[in-house]
């Protein structure tokens, strides 16, 4: 349990907060290349300010303020140029510093004004990799978009599945941080959903005997101990890290996947769950899929016949912001308080001035990536499940 201040300490994300100052100092998802292959300008919302991405005639990505200088129109409606976006009203154009470059009536009847070198927009560093868009904003310099494996490892697949989830991103974080959770919210309430459907039970778990956590300089590590291993096995089976601030790494090695959790704002998180899936020797590589999915059926339910859904239902049941302050912790929630503890000494960090963890600067750390350990025991059926799904989303032609 802790106070109602710590955990709006934790949980608030808006410009100014602690939570907010530290979150600006990683690099985030806003956007897949796809998407704005299609619609190259789109409203994006993130920590609680509202942006427009786009992608450029000359094919750049830029991060701007939500509406023009001049009269305020949204953005979300502007003109892409070669040179920025264009605002659709009166065709002020803006380039991806938030510099304003034309002013077409102003500098027709006022040949040679400065008017629009005093006129900025907000701007925001962006980059692509993966296929993913990713901001940054925070002070400058921007640090070095990391270089997870997932996305810049050769010779694999991909599907990034993007979920709109209506609660804090810290909820979800937290059950990166809880494996005993697999036992019931995946076996036990999995099997339920499918009885429901009237199948048989697919999930088989063992129970956790011993859980435990170890801090590294990407996040937390986890591990455990289930019932009918040796104490040895491989130290308990390692992997499955939280990584610092708001991504869980799972997966195998030949399928490992990253979920990103991006605080909208107080009380929405964007997903983008980047599943990879090793190549069969031979096989062409398979345009990336960006799978827009639902989160509630039309009962407005979430049906938790599998795990992603299931983890999804424990973070959306605990309410738009958990209030903690009226939880009772027990000996399950270590690794919570763990991440919890690391989170205020790194806000404590930031609001003394100094570089939090897990900020790269160093390109010899991200270069050519930086390779994420995984669980080696096998849970769960990674590789078949997700082959169906590649089938089903982007079919091997
Ligand atoms: S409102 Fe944007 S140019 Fe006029
Ligand atoms: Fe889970």
Redesign the pocket.
């Known amino acids: 349990m802790i106070s109602k201040q710590q955990n709006d300490r934790l949980t608030r994300v808006g410009p100014g907060t602690p939570m907010g100052d530290l979150l600006r100092r990683y690099w985030h998802p806003v956007g897949a290349v796809q998407d704005l292959a299609e619609e190259p300008v789109r409203r994006v919302r993130i920590m609680g300010e509202n942006l427009t991405l786009y992608r450029s005639e000359a094919g750049e990505y830029g991060l701007i303020g939500e509406?023009?200088?001049?009269?305020?129109?949204d953005?979300e409606y502007g003109i892409p140029d070669e040179r920025g976006l264009?605002?659709?009203?009166?065709?002020?154009l803006f380039d991806k510093a938030g510099r304003c470059l034309e002013?077409p009536f102003d500098d027709r009847v006022n040949p040679g004004s400065t008017h629009k070198d005093r006129i900025a927009m907000l701007a925001y560093p962006v980059r692509e990799l993966g296929g993913l868009v990713f901001a940054y904003l925070g002070p400058a310099p921007a640090p070095l978009l990391p270089r997870w494996d997932v996305l810049a490892r050769e010779g694999f697949d991909a599907i990034v599945e993007i979920h709109n989830l209506p609660c804090n991103w810290l909820q979800c974080m937290d059950n990166a941080a809880d494996p005993m959770h697999f036992e019931y919210l995946h076996a036990a309430l999995g099997n339920y959903a499918l009885k429901k459907q009237g199948k048989p039970p697919a999930m088989k778990v063992a129970r956790h005997l011993k859980i435990d956590f170890d801090r590294f300089d990407l996040g937390i590590m986890k591990r455990r101990l289930l019932e009918g291993e040796p104490e040895t096995v491989d130290d308990w089976t390692t992997g499955h890290p939280l990584l610092f601030p708001n991504i869980l790494a799972v997966g195998s090695v030949d399928a490992p996947t990253l979920q990103f959790r991006v605080p909208v704002d107080d009380t929405n998180t964007r997903q983008f769950a980047y599943r990879t899936l090793r190549r069969k020797p031979g096989a062409p590589a398979r345009p990336m899929v960006v799978n827009h999915a639902k989160l509630f059926n039309e009962q407005g339910k979430i049906v938790a016949d599998n795990i992603p859904a299931q983890d999804m239902v424990a973070w959306v049941m605990q309410g738009p912001i958990s209030d903690r302050e009226n939880e009772h912790l027990a000996a399950s929630d270590k690794g919570v308080l763990m991440y919890h503890k690391m989170l205020n000494e790194e806000m404590d960090k930031v609001q003394r001035g100094e570089e939090p963890m897990c900020v790269f600067r160093d390109p010899a750390e991200n270069e050519p990536m930086i390779d994420i350990r995984r669980e080696r025991r096998n849970l769960q059926t990674f590789e078949s499940r997700y082959d169906t799904h590649f089938d089903r989303l982007a079919p091997a032609k």
């Not at 509406?67 to 129109?73: G, I």
């Not at 605002?87 to 002020?92: K, R």
């Open positions: 509406r023009c200088p001049h009269r305020r129109v953005m264009r605002c659709p009203y009166h065709g002020w002013m």
